[in-house]
Nanobody, 122 residues
Framework: QVQLVESGGGLVQAGGSLRLSCAAS????????MGWFRQAPGKEREFVTA????????YYADSVKGRFTISRDNTKNTVYLQMNSLKPEDTAVYYC???????????????WGQGTQVTVSS
């Protein structure tokens, strides 16, 4: 069973940085695509970024391009989200997700972590 545990959230001022981590366990993830999503209060969950576990193209929402970077360390079974130039509108609960179909179709992300809160103050 896939387990995803996020960490690294917190409170940061606008313009600051945070790095989120997602520790993945429960199986080998070769062929998976790993993603980060976020949900702000009163809003639907939205896609942020995704990366194939075995390497390749990365994908970003327009709202985070140039500010956020996704990466993975296969030796540690961990996916990271480096967030720079944070804005108050980035405030949300951030979720790590895994997609066994190897696509970036949002509906194919079937395994989720519990989420970590990111709050950006103005």
């Amino acid at each position: 069973q896939v387990q995803l545990v996020e960490s690294g959230g917190g409170l940061v001022q606008a313009g600051g940085s945070l790095r989120l981590s997602c520790a993945a366990s429960g199986r080998t993830f070769s062929g998976y695509v790993m993603g980060w999503f976020r949900q702000a209060p009163g809003k639907e969950r939205e896609f942020v970024t995704a990366i194939p576990w075995s390497g390749g193209n990365t994908y970003y929402a327009d709202s985070v391009k140039g500010r956020f970077t996704i990466s993975r360390d296969n030796t540690k079974n961990t996916v990271y989200l480096q967030m720079n130039s944070l804005k108050p509108e980035d405030t949300a609960v951030y979720y790590c997700a895994a997609n066994r179909f190897g696509t970036v179709v949002v509906a194919h992300f079937g395994s989720w972590g519990q989420g970590t809160q990111v709050t950006v103050s103005s």
